[in-house]
């Protein structure tokens, strides 16, 4: 069974996008067989497609976990730009 999913994440600026991307494209790298993560920037979105030929309980987790890590990318990069100004 193959699972999809496309999400897409829109920032006020391409700079936020771009940090936020850059955190979590380790994640593009690494998976394993039967599961395919890719994300990119258009100008101030991210787009993040996830393919899963593996178990649902595969697919939810990967996007749990995705999820998760944009959302601590977005605080950090929320706190840096406070503590700058």
């Given at each position: ?12 600026t ?6 936020v ?6 994640d ?36 749990d ?21």
């Amino acid at each position: 069974m193959l699972l999809e999913a496309k999400l897409l994440f829109s920032y006020q600026t391409e700079r936020e996008a771009e940090a936020v991307n850059k955190a979590v494209s380790p994640d593009n790298a690494k998976t394993p067989l039967g599961l395919d993560v890719r994300t990119s920037r258009h100008k101030r979105n991210l787009l993040t497609s996830v393919r899963c030929e593996k178990s649902i309980e595969t697919f939810i987790a990967t996007l749990d976990d995705l999820i998760a890590c944009i959302s601590v990318a977005e605080e950090a990069f929320r706190a840096a730009n406070t503590s700058d100004s």
